[in-house]
T-cell receptor
Framework: KQEVTQIPAALSVPEGENLVLNCSFTDSAIYNLQWFRQDPGKGLTSLLLIQSSQREQTSGRLNASLDKSSGRSTLYIAASQPGDSATYLCAVFNQGGKLIFGQGTELSVKP | GAVVSQHPSRVICKSGTSVKIECRSLDFQATTMFWYRQFPKQSLMLMATSNEGSKATYEQGVEKDKFLINHASLTLSTLTVTSAHPEDSSFYIC???????????????FGNGTRLTVT
């Protein structure tokens, strides 16, 4: 059974700092891995999607890496801003055709 | 592109009543939609997979007679919470995949969720 774990559960940083969020998964047989952002009481916004054959994806200040063999992904946020405050969710699309989520990292960026 | 609309965004109902939540793909066709439930401070848990024109596939532990799913068209799936109880209070989110042949690993697009409160 696929399990997705995110560390840390919560993170508070001062504005401008670079930070890394971690995601690990137990079954490396995945199609892709996706990072989402969720604001309180809201739905999900897709940030980056990495196919199983890819190593990383970049969008603006965000960079996500994937090491499928070790079951790990990281989301790197450069020059963090207060507007980045949200919960970040990692999810893997496994070969059973389901998107399995981690429990998220709640990020707070202090001005 | 790829917008998923979920309605209502919030609903409060009395215990014992039924509530219907709609999930629509506005600018694309979706053969498959997924329904998730999220309790406070927890992650999204997959409840069921909804396929157009066929019965939904429910995850272990999810009561199919309590959470009725209908996917009658390529742009609409509904989740009906029947005889709701306070423990059904949660955030329900749907997602949809663009119906492109062979693209099983294409990204999912999510609705904005429905906050259900059962009193």
């Amino acid at each position: 059974k696929q399990e997705v774990t995110q560390i840390p559960a919560a993170l508070s940083v001062p504005e401008g700092e670079n930070l890394v969020l971690n995601c690990s998964f137990t079954d490396s047989a995945i199609y892709n891995l996706q990072w989402f952002r969720q604001d309180p009481g809201k739905g999900l916004t897709s940030l980056l999607l990495i196919q199983s054959s890819q190593r990383e994806q970049t969008s603006g200040r965000l960079n996500a890496s994937l090491d499928k063999s070790s079951g790990r992904s990281t989301l790197y946020i450069a020059a963090s801003q207060p507007g980045d405050s949200a919960t970040y969710l990692c999810a893997v699309f496994n070969q059973g055709g389901k998107l399995i989520f981690g429990q998220g990292t709640e990020l707070s960026v202090k001005p | 592109g790829a917008v998923v609309s979920q309605h209502p965004s919030r609903v409060i109902c009395k215990s014992g009543t039924s509530v219907k939540i709609e999930c629509r793909s506005l600018d694309f066709q979706a053969t498959t939609m997924f329904w998730y439930r999220q309790f406070p401070k927890q992650s999204l848990m997959l409840m069921a997979t909804s396929n157009e024109g066929s019965k939904a596939t429910y995850e272990q532990g999810v009561e199919k007679d309590k959470f009725l799913i209908n996917h009658a068209s390529l742009t609409l799936s509904t989740l009906t919470v029947t005889s709701a109880h306070p423990e059904d209070s949660s955030f329900y989110i749907c997602s949809a995949r663009v119906a492109t042949s062979g693209q099983i690993n294409s990204p999912l697009h999510f609705g904005n969720g429905t906050r259900l409160t059962v009193t």
